[in-house]
């Protein structure tokens, strides 16, 4: 195994730009002095977990949930999954069949429901969960937030938001002033809303089109030249929020998601990283209900029974090789599983043919890790690939329990890459994959 290139000691935190309010002269001085500190130390590994806000309202799972479980003291980041773009290209939060605004910022919470223990009052400015994420992040100061704009339901608009320099610069300014200024819509005569009412929530923004130049959702807007306008997008982000950075004073992350899939990765352009703080790799998904036969979906190499099969680390290497910096490449790992049924027992269940697979469970044939953990049936870990799962009777899952964390967590310190990423927190209620990320970094 060949190692990856080690990034420079020097390298700036990541998620921690200088102020560009700091003159030149200022910078200098602090350069100086501050040298010496800067090269005998490393940068705290990035931890990073995705909160997927529709399962507040789906499963209860909320912000004071994951207070509970422990969670935040091990997180340097929540990134908050998804903001909505509007058939115009505007950030916006839509009230569709979720009513994401009642949630987001009017519902309001008991005292038992609450991170601070007490009772929101129907005239407070904020209420919902942004102000829950608001109580979490002053109980712990250190804890960046970042609102995730897409994903799979709602990069639909994306390509027409980044279409030209003015749509992308009216989509930029949109973003910004609805999640980092917090200028949130007014409803009809409730009191939450109004500029201002969100400031502070969030101190990052994350792009995760999926994905550029297509084979994302098929009701996507695509244009060909998506991959190139996507690095103009980005590049339009970090102008606006420098700017943003020299009125308030204060530093704002910049982030993109990345596919693992060698299809996907091609469509990305190496400029892109000269914008972000940091990239996340989503090292997951590479085999699922579509996939004939068993076959592990997060391994860290592939395995013995299946040499040509993707893994995390060649995901990681193609970004390498495209021109990020290992220490802007921060490891997604799943804390869900997939799974398959009607599965020969032949090599204890890889890579078999199988008749189907398995029956929808939390979305779809997925397993949350929690669920998992409890399943009867043999287990096997594959230290050689990074691999693990359970085969009970003739039902076959493959996920990451701690001690693949563990593996990966060596990778990750091994080849200097920026830290790891979980997807999403919900599926990990007692916070023990989080634990884990963070003991195998430190």
């Given amino acids: 195994m060949n190692a990856l290139p080690t990034p420079p000691e020097s390298r700036s935190p990541l998620g921690r730009r200088p102020l560009l309010a700091l003159g030149a002269a200022a910078t200098a001085v602090l350069l100086l002095v501050g040298a010496a500190v800067v090269l005998s130390s490393r940068h705290e590994p990035e931890r ?8 507040v309202a789906n499963r209860g799972y909320t912000v004071n949930e994951l207070r509970r479980s422990g969670a935040p ?17 505007l950030c916006h939060i839509p009230e569709g069949r979720h009513d994401q605004p009642w949630e987001l910022y ?38 960046g937030a970042s609102l995730s704009l897409g994903g799979w339901n709602w990069s639909v608009n994306f ?7 003015e749509s992308r610069a009216a989509f930029v300014a949109s973003c910004l002033d609805l999640w980092l200024r917090g200028d949130l819509p007014v409803r009809g005569d409730e009191p939450q809303g109004g500029a201002g009412a969100g400031a502070g929530v969030f101190d990052g923004i994350d792009l995760d089109w999926e994905w550029p130049g297509g084979d994302g959702n098929p009701d996507n807007v695509v244009h060909a030249d998506d991959p190139a306008n996507f690095t103009l997008l980005a590049a339009e982000f970090r102008r606006q929020m420098d700017a943003l950075s020299r009125e308030t004073g204060q530093d704002y992350v910049l982030s993109v998601s990345l596919p693992g899939g060698p299809d996907h990765a091609e469509a990305y352009e190496p400029e892109v990283f000269d914008h972000v703080d940091f990239a996340t790799v989503q090292g997951y998904d590479f085999s699922g209900p579509w996939s004939t036969h068993t076959a592990h979906h997060s391994n860290l190499y592939a395995p013995d029974f299946d040499p040509r099969a993707n893994s995390v680390d060649q995901a990681v290497r193609r970004y390498l090789d495209l021109g990020a910096d290992p220490g802007q490449l921060v490891m997604g790992v799943p804390a869900f599983g997939r799974g398959w049924q009607g599965v020969p027992a032949g090599d204890d269940g890889r890579g078999q043919r199988a008749e189907r697979a398995a029956d929808d469970d939390y979305d779809g044939p997925t397993r949350p890790f929690d669920q998992l953990e409890e399943m009867d049936g ?10 693990y799962w359970v085969y009970d009777g003739d039902e076959w899952w493959t996920y990451d329990n701690t001690e693949v964390v563990e593996l990966k967590g060596d990778y990750v310190r091994e080849h200097g890459l920026a830290g790891m990423m979980v997807w999403n927190l919900d599926m990990d209620p007692d916070g023990a994959l989080v634990r884990a990320m963070r003991e195998s970094l430190d």
């Fill in 159 to 165: 390509s027409t938001a980044a279409r030209t320099q």
């Fill in 48 to 55: 990073i977990g995705y909160f997927a806000d529709w399962n």
């Fill in 73 to 89: 003291a091990d997180l340097t980041r929540i990134m908050w999954a998804f903001g909505g773009i509007d058939d115009d290209g």
């Fill in 106 to 143: 009017q519902r309001r919470y008991t005292a038992d429901e609450s991170v601070n223990g007490r009772a929101d009052e129907y005239e407070q400015e904020l209420a919902g969960g942004l102000n829950q994420l608001r109580q979490l992040r002053a109980e712990y100061p250190d804890l």
């Fill in 378 to 387: 043999r287990r096997f870990l594959d230290e050689e690939s990074g691999a």
